[in-house]
């Protein structure tokens, strides 16, 4: 069944939603924070919320699933010491998913600008701590539990953020250096990704050709800016790229919570 939106979407929309997610993944591989980008820009685009979830969820399925296969193919990931966070986190975001799925689109209309924003201030102040590389201690299973559960609901539900906050909440709570926690996020967010666009598809909220042309780009831009030499460029480039996806998501807000254009 086509989805109404695919059928009224333009050429040049379409073209710089694609520009925009070849953006993301670009700075997302340079100084991270990328995939911030997605969700207000298919909202400014005039995307009801639901499909914007989903359709994002579809374009982050793309990058996830190649970073996280390219960790688990240098040894990076093993996936049996982490079953039970990647079972966890499979059951959250199907949890969240649902529950977005089902909220009124107004409050998602008015949740979804606050959340990016809140995540936004997250990553441009936060700095990520420094865990020593610590391979003879086992990963403890009773945390994975709840952390996936937790991280799982919430990228289920909305999702900005996820990555950054698996890496920082693994690096805290478990023996590992910060390349192989950065490889449990990759993980995690691909399962809790491909759950929850699982949902959405079922509940008819993915616009197709979009979401898999901005997969697409953002894959292309993801490659570039990893084989892109910027010395220093990090530090500048991430906090102005936060500073307009908050000056971005403050305008969303104050079309959503106060009616002005």
């Not at 298919?42 to 296969?69: E, R």
């Not at 539990?145 to 919430?154: S, T």
């Not at 289920?156 to 490889?183: E, H, I, K, N, Q």
């Given at each position: 069944?086509?989805?109404?939106?695919?059928?009224?979407?333009?050429?040049?929309?379409?073209?710089?939603?694609?520009?925009?997610?070849?953006?993301?993944?670009?700075?997302?591989?340079?100084?991270?924070?990328?995939?911030?980008?997605?969700?207000?820009?298919?909202?400014?685009?005039?995307l009801?919320?639901?499909?914007?979830?989903?359709?994002?969820?579809l374009?982050?399925?793309?990058?996830?699933?190649?970073a996280?296969?390219?960790?688990?193919?240098?040894?990076?990931?093993?996936?049996?010491?982490?079953?039970?966070?990647?079972?966890?986190?499979?059951?959250?975001?199907?949890?969240?998913?649902?529950?977005?799925?089902?909220?009124?689109?107004?409050?998602?209309?008015?949740?979804?600008?606050?959340?990016?924003?809140?995540?936004?201030?997250?990553?441009?102040?936060?700095?990520t701590?420094?865990?020593?590389?610590?391979?003879?201690?086992?990963?403890?299973?009773?945390?994975?539990?709840?952390?996936?559960?937790?991280?799982?609901f919430?990228?289920?539900?909305?999702?900005?953020?996820?990555?950054?906050?698996?890496?920082?909440?693994?690096?805290?709570?478990?023996?590992?250096?910060?390349?192989?926690?950065?490889?449990?996020?990759?993980?995690?967010?691909?399962?809790?990704?491909?759950?929850?666009?699982?949902?959405?598809?079922?509940?008819?909220?993915?616009?197709?050709?979009?979401?898999?042309?901005?997969?697409?780009?953002?894959?292309?831009?993801?490659?570039?800016?990893?084989?892109?030499?910027?010395?220093?460029?990090?530090?500048?480039?991430?906090?102005?790229?936060?500073?307009?996806?908050?000056?971005?998501?403050?305008?969303?807000?104050?079309?959503?919570?106060?009616?002005?254009?």
């Amino acid at each position: 069944m086509p989805f109404p939106f695919e059928l009224a979407v333009d050429p040049l929309t379409l073209a710089i939603l694609a520009g925009v997610a070849f953006l993301a993944g670009f700075i997302d591989a340079i100084a991270g924070g990328g995939g911030l980008l997605t969700i207000p820009a298919l909202l400014t685009a005039g995307l009801p919320p639901h499909l914007v979830l989903g359709t994002n969820k579809l374009c982050a399925t793309f990058g996830s699933a190649t970073a996280s296969y390219t960790f688990y193919k240098r040894k990076l990931f093993d996936p049996k010491e982490w079953r039970f966070a990647l079972l966890a986190t499979l059951i959250g975001a199907l949890l969240g998913a649902s529950v977005a799925h089902w909220l009124p689109a107004a409050w998602l209309n008015q949740m979804l600008p606050v959340v990016v924003f809140g995540c936004g201030l997250y990553l441009l102040f936060s700095r990520t701590p420094v865990a020593p590389r610590i391979t003879d201690q086992p990963i403890a299973k009773g945390r994975q539990w709840p952390h996936g559960l937790g991280l799982g609901f919430y990228d289920g539900v909305a999702g900005p953020g996820t990555g950054a906050f698996w890496t920082v909440s693994s690096l805290l709570l478990y023996p590992l250096d910060l390349l192989r926690a950065s490889g449990v996020a990759r993980s995690m967010n691909f399962v809790s990704n491909a759950a929850a666009l699982a949902v959405f598809i079922i509940g008819g909220q993915v616009a197709w050709a979009l979401g898999i042309s901005m997969g697409v780009a953002l894959m292309a831009g993801a490659f570039l800016g990893a084989h892109t030499a910027i010395h220093g460029g990090a530090k500048f480039i991430r906090p102005v790229f936060i500073l307009v996806v908050l000056a971005l998501t403050v305008r969303l807000a104050w079309q959503h919570w106060f009616g002005m254009a």
